[in-house]
């Protein structure tokens, strides 16, 4: 069973936060770590979602079928293949712990983690 669900990202509310760098961590380590946590696979689309503002208008403007998630609001989508009950429960969980990077906190524990793990993956000492 495929299952698939869109999260909105808040920014709208809150446009001077940076919630896709949060949300893919130093080296994209974070969203990695969050879908092997999860076992789902999760894509950041949308609007924003892509870093070349330009290129991303370019693609939106070209009509193709795979890039009409431009024109959506910025999300994550979460998609889970497993047997039923195995998937809801991934879905849940997912769901659990992509809310946590969808608070704008700029001191929280994702953040202090992910600077540490910033310093430690450009040879600094801990």
Request: glycine share 8%.
């Amino acid at each position: 069973m495929k299952l698939g669900q869109k999260v909105l990202i808040p920014v709208k509310q809150f446009p001077k936060f940076n919630f896709v760098g949060k949300l893919l961590g130093p080296r994209g380590n974070s969203l990695k770590r969050l879908q092997e946590e999860t076992l789902t696979k999760m894509s950041i689309l949308g609007k924003g979602s892509m870093r070349d503002k330009a290129k991303e208008e370019e693609l939106r403007k070209s009509g193709e079928a795979k890039y009409f998630h431009l024109n959506d609001d910025l999300h994550v989508l979460i998609e889970v293949f497993a047997p039923p009950a195995e998937a809801y429960a991934r879905m849940g969980h997912a769901l659990e712990e992509i809310k946590k990077f969808l608070i704008p906190d700029y001191n929280d524990e994702i953040r202090q983690a992910q600077l540490q793990e910033l310093t430690y993956l450009n040879g600094g000492s801990e």
